[in-house]
């Protein structure tokens, strides 16, 4: 079993910054992938980046430039921050986690609330 634990969203303003942060747990495990996620109200959920295992990421362009994502030497947590934050970046952020290339992302987190307001 696996657990993906995200943590650090809240309320911001226009022009800050935060930092989400995600932890892969449990046993029998294989990372190939990790993933940041999120979904608006009314939206379907998109992807605003990923990493391999190998280190190679995938940056969504609307956030490119103001999103970073990194991970820690243990490559079980996994960062993301964002910065010149803007309104339409409210949503829930989801952490995802996939074992294999081939296969969809398996693993979720519970989600964490971004809100962008003045």
């Known amino acids: 079993q696996v657990q993906v634990v995200e943590s650090g969203g809240g309320l911001v303003q226009p022009g800050g910054s935060l930092r989400l942060s995600c932890a892969a747990s449990?046993?029998?495990?294989?990372?190939?992938?990790m993933g940041w996620f999120r979904q608006a109200p009314g939206k379907q959920r998109e992807l605003v980046a990923t990493?391999?295992?190998?280190?190679?990421?995938n940056i969504a362009n609307s956030v490119k430039g103001r999103f970073t994502i990194t991970r820690d030497n243990t490559k079980t947590t996994l960062y993301l921050q964002m910065n010149s934050l803007k309104p339409e970046n409210t949503a829930v952020y989801y952490c995802?986690?996939?074992?294999?290339?081939?296969?969809?992302?398996?693993?979720w987190g519970q989600g964490t609330q971004v809100t962008v307001s003045s």
């Open positions: 995802g986690l996939k074992e294999r290339p081939i296969i969809p992302y398996s693993y």
């Open positions: 449990g046993s029998r495990f294989s990372i190939y992938a």
């Open positions: 990493i391999t295992i190998g280190g190679i990421t």
